[in-house]
């Protein structure tokens, strides 16, 4: 199909670690982005990764890229009641294309 | 952190009401964006522009125009406010350059609420 998919919600742990599943449409794309919503506020970039790698890690977050099955994950070492929030997986299609394709967000919930 | 603000953040008004939701970066981006978010729902691009004097229609059908006179500034005009505008309006912009990654910044959102 043509969406960006992701799982609706997800429950953890402080202290756990979380892991945001991404299925994302297009193999030509060339770059997958996370992004974090915080209630009443707008986007902010986590993190991005190139099509041409399979894992980067940015302190407590991970991102690994299965380019074969268009999988893309989000994992959060040692989460944290702060890291309550909707997180969007994002891919972009085309170099010199225009927007972001979304998915529709995972709401990350954190219980102490 | 990026420079990219919206106002007004909260807006309530009645239907039928002219109103125009601003946009300004200050990173001296070309490429600048509006995305229209429903509760729970995707982002999905309603407007977009490559730099001044340049505004082209997204992915998802909107009544809202857009202008873009000076590089810093993308303006979001409705004519005559509904009901079914209800949403919020998140602008975004990024850099024109070949071979970037073109990530985008967003603001903070402009909820609108149309009575």
């Known amino acids: 199909g043509e969406d960006v998919e992701q799982s609706l919600f997800l429950s953890v742990r402080e202290g756990d670690s979380s892991v945001i599943n991404c299925t994302y449409t297009?193999?030509?794309?060339?770059?997958l982005y996370w992004y974090k919503q915080e209630p009443g506020a707008g986007l902010q970039l986590l993190t991005y990764?190139?099509?041409?790698?399979d894992m980067k890690q940015d302190q407590r977050l991970t991102v690994l890229l299965n380019k074969k099955d268009k999988h893309l994950s989000l994992r959060i070492a040692d989460t944290q009641t702060g890291d309550s929030a909707i997180y969007f997986c994002?891919?972009?299609?085309?170099?010199?294309?225009?927007?972001?394709?979304f998915g529709k967000g995972t709401t990350l919930s954190v219980s102490s | 952190e990026a420079d990219i603000y919206q106002t007004p953040r909260y807006l309530v008004i009645g239907t039928g009401k002219k109103i125009t939701l601003e946009c300004s970066q200050t990173?001296?981006?070309?490429?600048m964006y509006w995305y229209q978010q429903d509760p729970g729902m995707e982002l999905h691009l309603i407007h977009y522009?490559?730099?001044?004097?340049?505004?082209e229609k997204g992915d998802l059908s909107s009544e809202s125009t857009v202008s873009r006179i000076r590089t810093e500034h993308f303006p979001l005009t409705l004519e005559s406010a509904r009901p079914s505008h209800t949403s919020q309006y998140l602008c975004?912009?990024?850099?024109?350059?070949?071979?970037?990654?073109?990530?985008?910044?967003f603001g903070p959102g402009t909820r609108l609420t149309v009575l």
């Open positions: 990173m001296g981006h070309d490429k």
């Open positions: 975004a912009s990024s850099e024109l350059k070949r071979g970037d990654t073109d990530t985008q910044y």
């Open positions: 990764i190139f099509s041409n790698m």
């Open positions: 297009d193999s030509s794309s060339t770059y």
């Open positions: 994002a891919e972009k299609r085309d170099q010199a294309g225009t927007a972001l394709i």
């Open positions: 522009s490559y730099g001044v004097n340049s505004t």
